[in-house]
């Protein structure tokens, strides 16, 4: 998102705020917080805490829930469709932007969608798009925007565009992690996110891919450290390397064998070419590849911004008409790398 903004800043003031309900869904929302149920999801605790502190470092506007100073906008661009501030998107344009894998749609997904309006239930990124709410939807991959349509998107609605935090995988190779010619298994905040995890059966699992060849361990940034490494320690060869944060792009980019669960990283080593294992199956995960284009994909997510915000009609029929602008990866090159 915030490479987005710096691309719009041009035309438009950007602010920046959490994800957030408001309007019909506001009484649930907040019972769901003070209870503490959203305390392991990226609207509550620490991971709310970094994304406030990345806010903080790059001195970005902070209008949280349009509270803090209540301006109408002009434009929302969003990365969920699940929980959406409902008032104020129903009154302003909006483009959502895919952020990285859903996760699976299994049984109590379908169920969710089948018998109620509240994609929220499912506690994961399962059924975004099933609102159908946002005008314009930018998706990583023609693959995924079959996925979507499948989901309760509009046909009309979708765009392939990329995205920018998976658009460019080949640039990782040239990377300062140290050790390179391992397997690396990166785990998921399963757990913390109120899914069953056999993690002893996982980690033996990982441990027979190995096949005596170097381990490293990355935990998902939502686990519970402490007990995370415990397991390893436990159940994982002696000598297996552990890291609780860090760089996984990176690590994967080193690696001769990539292990995940439910992870958004299968990606890179897919589009590395290294072989991978996952919960999710392999074969679909490659449909869905998010399309490389050279780190150009805030560039085109900009452009859709830039030109529907002066378009006077809705999301689709904006696609109708719409035509790209040119783009080049040097000068978002360059824009990253003042950050």
Not at 32 to 46: A, P, S
Not at 73 to 85: A, Q
Not at 114 to 121: K, S
Not at 226 to 232: D, G, H, I, N, S
Request: hydrophobic letters at 40%; aromatic letters at 10%; proline letters at 5%.
């Amino acid at each position: 998102m915030h490479r987005v903004a710096q691309l719009l800043e041009d035309e438009y003031e950007p602010y920046f705020s959490q994800l957030y309900y408001d309007g019909w869904m506001r009484g649930f929302y907040e019972w769901l917080l003070r209870n503490e149920l959203l305390k392991t999801t990226i609207v509550q605790g620490h991971i709310k805490e970094k994304a406030d502190k990345y806010l903080a470092e790059h001195r970005l506007r902070n209008d949280f829930e349009n509270r803090v100073l209540g301006h109408d906008y002009d434009l929302i661009v969003c990365c969920s469709d699940i929980i959406v501030p409902w008032p104020l998107l129903a009154k302003t344009k909006s483009v959502f932007v895919q952020e990285g894998m859903t996760d699976p749609l299994n049984l109590w997904a379908r169920l969710v969608k089948r018998f109620t309006n509240f994609p929220i239930l499912t506690i994961s990124t399962a059924l975004n798009g099933m609102n159908n709410c946002c005008d314009v939807y930018c998706v990583a991959s023609p693959g995924y925007a079959e996925h979507f349509q499948k989901i309760g998107v509009d046909k009309e609605k979708l765009i392939v565009t990329g995205i920018p935090n998976f658009d460019d995988i080949e640039k990782l190779r040239t990377n300062s992690f140290p050790h390179r010619g391992y397997v690396l298994v990166a785990t998921t905040d399963m757990r913390e996110t109120f899914r069953p995890d056999n993690r002893k059966k996982f980690i033996r699992h990982a441990t027979r891919i190995a096949a005596g060849r170097p381990m490293i361990f990355k935990f998902h940034p939502n686990e519970n450290m402490e007990r995370a490494t415990a397991e390893v320690k436990k159940y994982a060869p002696p000598g297996t390397r552990i890291y609780t944060s860090g760089n996984t792009e990176e690590m994967i980019a080193n690696s001769v064998e990539l292990v995940t669960q439910y992870s958004t990283v299968a990606y890179v080593g897919l589009a590395l070419g290294i072989p991978v294992h996952s919960y999710f199956d392999v074969e679909d995960l490659k449909r869905k590849l998010p399309i490389q284009n050279g780190g150009t994909s805030a560039q085109r997510i900009a452009d859709i911004c830039r030109q529907f915000g002066r378009f006077e009609g809705s999301g689709s029929a904006f696609l109708r008409q719409y035509r790209p602008a040119a783009v080049s990866a040097a000068p978002l090159a360059a824009k990253a790398a003042a950050l």
